[in-house]
Nanobody, 116 residues
């Protein structure tokens, strides 16, 4: 399983970005797909996940970020609105293919920088 994340960039506070994660092969319905982020000097943190068509987000992004999936395109999206400087991080997509709670497959990360 290979994951390719893209869509990061530099945006002003209050702006929006949409991240994409293309998965090699098919995204099976049994997989949990997730987005995580890591800011400089901080630990990696959970941002959002989706299983079937049910998504969830962390408290820090709830109401601003939305995760979605297009199985026909083997792609998972993270729509990020009302961005804040504290959202600045490298964002990673990941796949939990066995629904164990462990994301075994990771993409390479895409940088999101939010200026104030």
């Amino acid at each position: 399983v290979q994951l390719q994340a893209s869509g990061g960039g530099l945006v002003q506070a209050g702006g929006s970005l949409r991240l994409s994660c293309v998965v090699s092969g098919r995204i099976l319905a049994s997989w949990v797909m997730g987005w995580f982020r890591q800011a400089p000097g901080k630990e990696r943190e959970f941002v959002a996940s989706i299983y079937a068509n049910a998504g969830k987000t962390s408290d820090s992004v709830n109401g601003r970020f939305t995760i979605s999936k297009d199985s026909r395109k083997n792609t998972v999206y993270l729509q990020m609105n009302s961005l804040k400087p504290e959202d600045t991080a490298v964002y990673y997509c990941a796949a939990d293919v066995a629904r164990t709670g462990r994301f075994a497959y990771w993409g390479q990360g895409t940088q999101v920088t939010v200026s104030s």
